[in-house]
Structure formats: C-alpha cells, structure tokens
C-alpha cells in the first residue's frame, strides 16, 4: 500500500453545492482507499468570497482591511467543514482546520498576505490516525494571531505552500478547466491544452491575466520544485502539468496568447531629464503596493522626456495623488490616465532559442491593422499595449500566427 502524501486544491466551482461537494469526497476516498495521506486545500463556495464583499460594501466603502480579512475567511470555514461531514458520511474519518487552527504564519499583510511558514504537527498527527487533513485555502495568521487573507487566487497558493511543507512531489489544482490551454479556449476555439509547461511561463502567463493559477502559486511551485497538476474536478483525465524547464523536452516558440484588458496606462509628459526623478515617481507607487507593469521613457529632447506605464486600474484611486503631484512638480502639470487599453502577450520559452518572433508579432498585429501603443519584452515574453476594443482581435491574430 502506498503512503505518499497527495495535496489537493478544490476551487469554488467544484465545491459550489453540496452535491460537488459529495463528488469532491468521492474523488478524496479513492486516494484515501489506496493508502494515501491525503490533504485537501479548499476554497469557499461559488460566489460566496464576492456576496460577503457586497455585504461589506452595503455598510462602508473604505472598511479596515483586518475586519475585511475576518469576514473572508469565513466562506473557507464553511467548505472545508462540508467537506469533512460528506467524508465522514462516505466512512472516511476527515478533520478540517482553518489557517489559524494550522498556524500558516503569514508576513501580516492584511488581504495580500505572504506564507512564511506552514507548522505541520497537527497534519501529521490527523495522517497518524488515517484521517484526511482538509485545509482552509487564501488564509494564515500573522505574529499576533490576527487571521490573514493572502488575496484572490490565494488558495492555490495555501496549497502549493502545504505541498511544499509536506514534501509532496506534486500538487493536484482541481478546477473547472481541463487544464492550461494556448488561449482562453472560451475566446479562442482553436486553442490547445498543454500536456505540460514550465513554471517560467506559467508565471508570465498568470501575471498576464490567465486566470487558471495563481501567480505567486507558481513561484512557490517553482522556488521547491513542486510540480503542479491543473486538472478538470469533473473528469479523471491527466491536465497540465507545471515543472521546470529541464523536464520538458519539446519547448514551444510560443505557448500561450493572452489579453489584459485590467489596465490603465498613465503618461506624465515634459518630465526633466535627471537622475533619480523616475526613481522618486515609482519608489512613492511601491511603497502604495501599486505594480507598475509596463514602462516606456522616450528619448529626451531638450532636457525633457515622456514617461509611460500601465498600472491596475483598482490602483488608480491609491496612485492617482502620486502621479498628480508628480506632474505637477516634475512635468507639465497634467498627468494622461487612459482606460481604454488592453495588453497582448505571447509567451514561450521557446523564443530564447528562436529568431523573429517580435518582427512576427508585430507584423501580425499590422495586418489587423492594429496599432501598438507601448512595447515591453522579456526572454519569454513579448507584450504590446493596445486599444481595448481590438483585444479579442489581437489575440485571434497572433493564436493563428504561433499556434494555428
């Protein structure tokens, strides 16, 4: 009888009622049958994360943070307790925890927090009496206890974290997808699944707004070497399986097309030309936790330049004084925020190897007659900012380009 540790995550679609729970906990018994220890990350159920930010929202649109954390992380507490009461019905002796009960200690940023580590004693001590351990996902503790929700997508991360502090080879992210696909197959019919990707490209494509794994999932995947399994709860079918480079053989030119239409791009003209006035301008965004994804200086002419960059545009009401104080104090007074754009992106290990796939980008997008605002690249990836409306546009052009 095999005894490794099986670490699963079950996203709100899967658990949405009671009758994909008891689905969910028919899958979990047959790990559990085979002699597995198995723990089971769960998020809340369906819609139920975004009904209590509503109900927040009815009573203040500025709430504290803190409180906002201990309202979230309720949902979880429901479905992991659900989950437990259908295995327990189905013979299999299950125990939930939430993330305090478990003690994930967080870095204690309240709403975007970070795991710093998972205590396993009291997971090890359900696996000695044969239970199933299930987890509350997108939540830990901080030093003082106070519950911590670690952002939206968070519980993949919780389970990537707990597959990591469990030693687990690989981590199942159950989802109501088949797996990572070369576009959003919803948008794009022709798109294909992955049997595998790295995590290089993964992260390039989450952070694009791929909404299949979390980000900062991906990283904690790839900084312990923990493969991560994204699969469909309502199949036994293999997915796609996330792993470093070294172990996939074939590497695509281009794996993945994705559009981001979440963006705003802010230019701030007639900007002097010294050292350190860029510094200044994003130094004050990061300490307001604003990502700037995108930057483009143009070349000075006569002392002065044009500074471009997309942000978030949920980031605008906390950048917005910035940027116009900024301005103000540096440029011409007036800062540009436009709302109207959408960043294309093709991503692949592929392109350190292969030549043109900028020229081919470009001159797709061309004959859609689509015009590039801005341009970002890195060795995997190339972005293009563009007008929003011509998003779905751009992403069938350049799917057929790579892809076919």
Do not use: W
């Not at 028919?26 to 994360?49: F, L, N, P, W």
Request: with cysteine.
């Amino acid at each position: 009888m095999s005894s490794k540790i099986v670490v699963q995550k079950y996203g709100g679609t899967s658990v949405g009622d009671t009758t994909k729970i008891q689905n969910v906990a028919k899958r979990i018994k047959r790990y559990h049958d085979e002699g597995q220890k198995v723990a089971v990350v769960v998020s809340a159920m369906g819609h139920t994360t975004d009904e209590l930010v509503d109900l927040a929202d009815q009573i203040s649109k500025n709430p504290p943070k803190r409180e906002m954390d201990m309202l979230l992380s309720t949902g979880e507490q429901v479905s992991i307790a659900l989950l437990a009461i259908a295995l327990n019905e189905l013979g299999v002796p299950a125990q939930s925890f939430t993330g305090s009960q478990l003690k994930i200690l967080t870095d204690g940023n309240f709403s975007n927090g970070k795991i710093e580590m998972i205590d396993r004693s009291r997971i090890d001590e359900a696996f000695n009496k044969g239970k199933v351990v299930i987890v509350a996902g997108f939540q830990g503790i901080d030093k003082d206890e106070n519950i911590v929700t670690l952002g939206r997508g968070g519980s993949d991360t919780s389970a990537v974290a707990l597959a990591a502090a469990l030693g687990a080879d690989e981590c199942e992210i159950y989802t109501d997808v088949d797996g990572v696909y070369t576009a959003d197959p919803r948008k794009i019919p022709t798109a294909k699944m992955h049997k595998q990707i790295t995590y290089e490209e993964m992260l390039e494509l989450a952070s694009l707004g791929a909404g299949v794994l979390h980000s900062r999932s991906v990283e904690l995947g790839m900084n312990y070497n923990v493969v991560i399994h994204v699969r469909s709860s309502f199949h036994d079918k293999p997915g796609t399986l996330v792993m470093s480079e070294d172990k996939i053989m074939e590497k695509m030119k281009v794996s993945g097309v994705t559009a981001k239409g979440d963006q705003a791009r802010v230019t701030i003209a007639d900007v002097k030309d010294k050292p350190g006035i860029a510094a200044e301008l994003f130094t004050q965004l990061s300490d307001k936790d604003v990502i700037v994804d995108v930057i483009v200086q143009s070349s000075p002419r006569d002392g002065i330049n044009t500074i471009s960059f997309t942000i978030a545009k949920k980031d605008i009401s906390a950048a917005k004084p910035i940027i116009d104080a900024y301005a103000k104090d540096h440029g011409n007074g007036k800062a540009e925020i436009d709302e109207n754009i959408s960043i294309v992106s093709a991503v692949g290990v592929g392109m350190k190897s292969h030549v043109g796939v900028a020229a081919k980008m470009f001159q797709s997008l061309a004959e859609k007659n689509i015009n590039i605002e801005m341009i970002s690249t890195s060795e995997i990836k190339i972005s293009c900012v563009i007008k929003q409306n011509q998003s779905e546009d751009a992403v069938k052009a350049l799917h057929t380009t790579f892809i076919g």
